[in-house]
């Protein structure tokens, strides 16, 4: 009998999706939003999923002025947009009713550009990780969310 962690999770009602470990050892992950690709980075202490202001008409996104301040990865009380009701697919799973911040992503590309990394679209947070009950498999990198 296999009782791998992969074939446990698998008849689970899980789905599996591959991660990218970046120069930078944070883990990159492509994602769908509103029928447009792009590239994610994977943040377990981001509270919240997030998209780059240059991103808001690739990904169709209506933005909203939000009382949000973000802060994070050496930038603080940044302003911040909203937008809600997007769809999201990350392998298989998918939610249609995804609110993301919205946010000046230059510094985190910076970051990444300069360890000879990719820039990114944004973040995928804790939020969506809750949603889909996401797990990681760090050494494998895997990540399941459960459809």
Do not use: R
Not at 56 to 80: C, P, Q, Y
Request: glycine share 6%.
């Amino acid at each position: 009998m296999d009782t791998t962690l992969k074939n446990f999770l698998l008849d689970k009602g899980y789905t599996k999706v591959k991660l990218q470990l970046t120069k930078t050892n944070h883990f990159e992950v492509k994602a769908i939003i509103n029928g447009v690709k792009g590239l994610f980075i994977l943040d377990t202490g981001a509270s919240n999923s997030c998209v780059g202001f240059e991103a808001i008409k690739t990904f169709k996104l209506v933005a909203e002025d939000s009382e949000i301040k973000a802060a994070g990865a050496g930038a603080s009380d940044m302003l911040t947009q909203m937008s809600n009701k997007n769809e999201i697919k990350i392998g298989k799973w998918k939610n249609k009713k995804v609110a993301l911040v919205l946010f000046n992503l230059s510094h985190v590309n910076e970051a990444l550009i300069n360890h000879d990394a990719q820039p990114v679209d944004g973040i995928i947070g804790a939020d969506i990780l809750k949603k889909s009950k996401a797990i990681i498999d760090y050494d494998k990198k895997q990540l399941y969310l459960k459809l």
